[in-house]
């Protein structure tokens, strides 16, 4: 029996390199950045910065795997990557931070946790 997809899961939209957006963007699927964008950023799917992107405003996403830079806020449900290449400045909210060696971190960071866990952490 075949179950139904979400028709945003499998879609990327792609900012090429050379390509400059003055201005917000809001996206329902996944997005690929290799340009530069100077406004926000919301994604509800997964976000790819490659290693030519340059981001300056705030930035959301379910997930973002990152080589380019970002100077700003970015605020992760999920996992923010940080690859070798990667430069980051700014506050950063996200449940898991990966940083790889070589990459470039320079802000804070907070992990969202459930109400839960932050019962068991605070007494």
Avoid: W, Y
Avoid at 17 to 43: A, P
Avoid at 84 to 96: E, Y
């Amino acid at each position: 029996m075949a179950t139904k997809k979400d028709p945003h899961t499998e879609d990327v939209s792609i900012i090429s390199n050379g390509v400059t957006i003055d201005g917000n963007l809001k996206s329902e699927g996944n997005v690929r950045v290799d340009g530069i964008i100077n406004g926000n950023i919301t994604v509800s799917g997964n976000l790819t910065l490659g290693d030519s992107s340059r981001i300056a405003g705030e930035v959301k996403a379910r997930c973002i795997t990152m080589s380019g830079q970002i100077e700003g806020k970015v605020f992760v449900e999920e996992k923010l990557r940080l690859e070798s290449k990667s430069v980051f400045k700014g506050d950063l909210i996200a449940k898991t931070l990966i940083i790889e060696e070589g990459a470039l971190f320079d802000g804070r960071s907070s992990m969202k946790q459930n109400s839960s866990s932050s019962k068991d952490l605070n007494g």
